[in-house]
């Protein structure tokens, strides 16, 4: 700090000596001053305002801060990365605050290189390179580092390279290192995963999905997501999907969950060729399903299944059964848009379920059915429950026991049917006795009886909650829980991201049945 002072001195007045002191000096907090980007602070200022002088403040370089100057503070916005000096005049002295801009240290944000995420699949013995990208505060740091922290040995990998020569899970913490800074909140969990390979495809590393159908020694897909899985190693996959049907359908192939394509199949028998490339050199899960149900068929024959090797497929947590109808088979998720003329049962809340629930699942729906009524004359879904398919109707079909059933029916019957028909031969006697028949097969698991996605039919869920009722009072295993909303989709069937905000609060609901059970 600068110290000027001076006294004056006022004598005479009244034969008696005054003596006042004034002092010139501006007095700062400091006279430099670290900021982070984006930060705002204010400096005071303090001085005699009895002099009537005022500081009169300019900065050298505004592309660093900005400056809103009063009488006692300065307020000044750190806009980047830099040096700038405030001057202020003051009584005619100069004062200076050399003012640091830098970027939030405490912060920081990474991600691996080869990798899109934590979760990375490999191969026995197979060598991956976990090089990543740094950025702490804004920028790369030199002499920053994340550490991997083996959660079982608690010791750091030496180099970012890893290997493993026995099949498993192993979990690491990543932890960033700059300096003293505990970045504690910034930690992730990285998990490798390491599966066996073979050079052929065995029956470890696909199975059929879905409620799918054997005709003529073929395995024909007929229902909504059902199709084959198959885990597989290398950067391409090849296969050929055929149109067993005489309607066009949809074929639908999702890699890892995320990539996905789609084969449209026009005509009957018309076969088209599978290819997928520029996959990483690592461990894939694909599916290749029916998204498009009505009456579509497509088979795919295994020979035609092409990979570099093949590996392991993972447990799943849970057996899931659905039963629906035209929500199910996600009609209408791309909303009036007159590009897509398919539905896409992927994208709809029971396959977005099934997917948060890591299930193995099984899915029977279909556009306009009902539990006592539907647009395809006798075919509710009481008689189709038992039945392999709408397209194979009259082969009977083997129920296996499942951990979990979704039943999301109703909105065709409310659409259709007096709603006040609410005695045991109407609605609520249909619905018991379709509740009955699933129970009966799957008799340990939680049943969710959900409604209300289109918002038809409200008086409905008094037949619902009669059913789960009598069903709960009947049986002393597993249990059926009614989920009602009605405040999804605002005009016709729901769109993906209805179905989306749907699956999250279903998905809430049965995770807390599902861990309290």
């Keep these: 700090n600068i110290n000027t002072t001076s006294k004056i001195k ?21 006279e430099t001053l670290n900021l982070v980007k984006g930060a705002t602070t204010t400096i005071n200022l303090t001085y005699d305002r009895t002099l009537g002088l005022f500081p009169q403040v300019t900065v050298d370089n505004t592309d660093v ?91 750091a ?35 490798i995963n390491v599966y066996n390979t073979y050079d052929s495809l065995t029956e470890k590393s696909y199975k059929y999905i879905g409620r799918y159908n054997q005709k003529l020694n073929k395995y024909r897909f007929d229902n909504v997501n059902s199709g084959i899985e198959i885990s597989f190693m290398g950067s391409t996959l090849d ?42 050199n690592s461990i894939h899960f694909a599916r290749i399903i029916n998204v498009f149900e009505e009456s579509f068929t497509f088979s795919l024959d295994l020979s035609t299944i092409k990979a570099d090797a093949y590996s392991e497929l993972k447990k799943r947590d849970y057996t899931m059964l659905v039963l629906g109808d035209s929500i199910t088979c996600g009609y209408g998720v791309y909303g009036d848009d007159p590009k897509y003329e398919y539905a896409d049962s992927s994208l709809a809340y029971s396959y977005l379920i099934a997917e948060r629930l890591n299930a193995d699942y ?56 007096d709603l006040y028909n609410q005695d045991e031969k109407g609605f609520k006697g249909y619905y018991y006795d379709l509740l009955k028949d699933v129970k009966e097969d799957n ?24 059913a789960v009722d009598r069903i709960n009072s009947e049986y002393q295993t597993g249990m059926c829980y009614s989920f009602f909303n009605f405040s999804i989709a605002q005009i016709g069937h729901p769109v993906i991201a209805e179905h989306i905000i749907y699956a999250e609060k279903l998905y809430n609901f049965m995770i807390e049945k599902l861990e309290n059970r």
Aim: glycine fraction near 8%; hydrophobic fraction near 35%; include cysteine.
């Design 10 to 30: 006022e004598t005479s007045i009244n034969k008696t000596t005054v003596s006042l002191e004034k002092d010139t000096k501006l007095y700062l907090d400091s």
């Design 65 to 155: 801060i900005s400056i809103k100057a009063a009488t006692t503070r300065i307020t000044v916005n750190a806009l980047t990365e830099g040096d700038a000096t405030i001057k202020i005049v003051f009584g005619g002295v100069d004062y200076f605050i050399n003012v640091k801009v830098g970027f939030d240290l405490s912060k920081c944000e990474y991600s691996l290189k080869n990798f899109d995420s934590f979760d990375i699949n490999c191969a026995v013995n197979q060598q991956i390179d976990l090089s990543y990208n740094l950025i702490i505060g804004e920028k790369e740091i030199e002499g920053a580092s994340l550490e991997f922290i083996n959660n079982d040995t608690n010791e």
């Design 157 to 191: 990998l030496s180099s970012p390279l890893f290997t493993s020569s026995e099949r498993g899970t192993y979990t690491f913490t990543i932890k960033p290192k700059y300096g003293d800074i505990d970045y504690k909140n910034y930690y992730k969990t990285l998990t």
């Design 443 to 466: 008799p340990d698991a939680l049943i969710f009886c959900i409604y209300g996605m289109m918002g038809i039919g409200p008086d409905l869920t008094n037949g619902i909650n009669y």
């Design 362 to 417: 099984e899915m029977l729906s279909s556009r306009g059915i009902g539990v006592m009524y539907g647009h395809r004359g006798e075919q509710n879904m009481i008689t189709l429950y038992n039945r392999a398919s709408i397209p194979d109707f009259g082969k009977a079909y083997e129920n296996t026991s499942h951990d979990i059933v979704i039943i999301n029916l109703g909105t065709n019957d409310g659409a259709k049917l």
């Design 239 to 280: 296969a050929v999907v055929k149109n067993e049907s005489q309607v066009k359908g949809r074929v639908k192939v999702i890699i890892d969950g995320s990539y996905t394509k789609y084969i449209n199949l026009e005509n009957y028998a018309e076969e088209k060729h599978i290819s997928v490339e520029g996959l990483s």
